[in-house]
Antibody, heavy 117, light 112 residues
């Protein structure tokens, strides 16, 4: 059974940092590209970042470039998103998803990041 | 960025009746590799998104055959042949042909 389990979210002050994790199981993680997608409360889905299977290529939305860093540890079957210089508008549920056949096919339950003073 | 426009934004439907959602992209979604990376996702209340359809018309594993996708170029449609209570939620189209991937605003399907 495919599982993606996010963790690391929480309440953080503006300008703060968090490290989000996504533990994967049930599929060949080391050969899978992965996405991060976020959803502000009551709003729609917004793509955040993408990393290819070996971590050699990463992509970011303009709104998070230079503040967020995606990485992975294939030995630990874990995806990460380092989120720095957080702003109120970064408040959202953050989902990791596997990317296959041009689509995000499996999703985690999400981890909530709240940026507030 | 490619803009994905969904209509309607809300769709009240009667159980057992069909429903249809339209998605229009601001640019042609045919990739240079010949594929069209247009997907449909369902998000039930309080749940993460779930992939229903990929590459216009391919149903993902476990998706009931009452869901179907069609279209080409810039115009795409998701159809539910007979709406069931478990189909309530928000439906999103998404393109991954061109970076960055973009989503439609979502269509809320609810029971009349």
């Amino acid at each position: 059974e495919v599982q993606l389990v996010e963790s690391g979210g929480g309440l953080v002050q503006p300008g703060g940092s968090l490290r989000l994790s996504c533990a994967a199981s049930g599929f060949p993680f080391s050969s899978s590209s992965m996405h991060w997608v976020r959803q502000a409360p009551g709003k729609g889905l917004v793509w955040v970042s993408h990393i290819d299977s070996d971590g050699s290529s990463t992509l970011y939305a303009d709104s998070v470039r230079d503040r967020f860093t995606v990485s992975r540890d294939n030995a630990k079957n874990t995806l990460y998103l380092q989120v720095d210089s957080l702003r109120a508008e970064d408040t959202a549920m953050y989902y990791c998803a596997r990317y296959y056949n041009g689509a995000p096919d499996y999703w985690g339950q999400g981890t909530l990041v709240t940026v507030s003073s | 960025d490619i803009v994905m426009t969904q209509t309607p934004l809300s769709s009240p439907v009667t159980l057992g009746q069909p429903a249809s959602i339209s998605c229009r992209s601001s640019q042609n979604l045919v990739h240079s590799d010949g594929n069209t990376y247009l997907s449909w996702l369902q998000q039930r209340p309080g749940q993460p998104p779930r992939l229903l359809i990929y590459k216009i018309s391919n149903r993902f594993s476990g998706v009931p055959d009452r869901f179907s996708g069609s279209g080409a170029g810039t115009d795409f449609t998701l159809k539910i042949s007979r709406v069931e209570a478990e189909d309530v939620g928000v439906y999103y189209c998404m393109q991954a042909t061109q970076f960055p991937p973009t989503f439609g605003r979502g269509t809320k399907v609810e029971i009349k």
